[in-house]
């Protein structure tokens, strides 16, 4: 089984942003609990008396936000990028997926709808070439609770039963599940992967994005795993 992390960043209804960014990654099972042992390391320095207390969330983290605000801006941005670091270097079958979305160039389509279905077939047709490959793995994707729940779970159904622009969903073993990001390290990172990617469209900002360019879902020399619109 695939367990795919998503979150989103930047706001659907702000206009003062450009882009809408949803992304996230493809954990295979068994490297869940590696990467979560992993990043509770890095936020243990935060609170040693309650390390699962802190939550790792890219936004926050960069701008001193909330209990980020004690800490010094170099301790934070180090703690983003090791939280990187810990999916780009981990198990070679982990793949990021990511839609970032110009809101004008797609006006007046939904910023949420176009991504979500871009994500969801890329996902889908990840999971199709390892059947190919005598790998056969379900997925399931799971989502930050606080992300477009109604919108997302109305489209999941309805790409399992009529079909998306590209065909019909056949390797998700269920609709997306919704998890409150404190109970989930993986839900935090992916909100760091998407945070990251955000900044460097919106912001040309790539410090974050240099560390985990090269993890996106590619075969061939093709990169699937990233959409730009």
């Given at each position: 089984m695939h367990l795919f992390y998503a979150d989103e960043s930047g706001s659907v209804g702000d206009a003062n942003q450009s882009f809408f960014v949803l992304a996230g990654f493809s954990v295979f099972e068994r490297q869940g609990y590696w990467i979560s042992q992993e990043l509770d390391k890095i936020a243990a320095p935060f609170n040693l008396a309650d390390p699962l207390s802190v939550e790792l969330h890219g936004s926050p983290m960069?701008?001193?936000?909330?209990?980020?605000?004690?800490?010094?801006?170099?301790?934070?941005?180090?703690?983003?990028?090791?939280?990187?670091?810990?999916?780009?270097?981990?198990?070679?079958?982990?793949?990021?997926?990511?839609?970032?979305?110009?809101?004008?160039?797609?006006?007046?389509?939904?910023?949420?709808?176009?991504?979500?279905?871009q994500l969801a077939s890329r996902f889908d047709y990840y999971l199709q070439r390892l059947h190919r490959n005598g790998d056969t793995q379900r997925g399931i994707i799971v989502f930050d609770k606080s992300t477009y729940e109604t919108t997302i779970q109305a489209l999941a159904t309805d790409f399992r039963t009529v079909g998306h622009t590209w065909g019909v969903i056949r390797n998700l073993a269920e609709v997306p599940l919704f998890l409150e990001s404190k109970a989930s390290r993986l839900i935090q990172v992916a909100d760091i992967i998407a945070y990251a990617i955000f900044r460097h469209f919106e912001h040309n900002d790539s410090r974050f994005f240099s560390i985990i360019q090269d993890r996106f879902d590619a075969e061939g020399g093709i990169v699937h795993g990233l959409h730009v619109r």
């Amino acid at each position: 089984m695939h367990l795919f992390y998503a979150d989103e960043s930047g706001s659907v209804g702000d206009a003062n942003q450009s882009f809408f960014v949803l992304a996230g990654f493809s954990v295979f099972e068994r490297q869940g609990y590696w990467i979560s042992q992993e990043l509770d390391k890095i936020a243990a320095p935060f609170n040693l008396a309650d390390p699962l207390s802190v939550e790792l969330h890219g936004s926050p983290m960069m701008s001193g936000k909330g209990l980020w605000r004690r800490f010094p801006k170099e301790a934070r941005i180090n703690a983003l990028e090791q939280s990187l670091r810990i999916i780009a270097e981990s198990h070679p079958s982990n793949r990021i997926f990511a839609v970032a979305v110009k809101k004008a160039t797609i006006s007046p389509q939904d910023p949420i709808t176009y991504a979500f279905e871009q994500l969801a077939s890329r996902f889908d047709y990840y999971l199709q070439r390892l059947h190919r490959n005598g790998d056969t793995q379900r997925g399931i994707i799971v989502f930050d609770k606080s992300t477009y729940e109604t919108t997302i779970q109305a489209l999941a159904t309805d790409f399992r039963t009529v079909g998306h622009t590209w065909g019909v969903i056949r390797n998700l073993a269920e609709v997306p599940l919704f998890l409150e990001s404190k109970a989930s390290r993986l839900i935090q990172v992916a909100d760091i992967i998407a945070y990251a990617i955000f900044r460097h469209f919106e912001h040309n900002d790539s410090r974050f994005f240099s560390i985990i360019q090269d993890r996106f879902d590619a075969e061939g020399g093709i990169v699937h795993g990233l959409h730009v619109r």
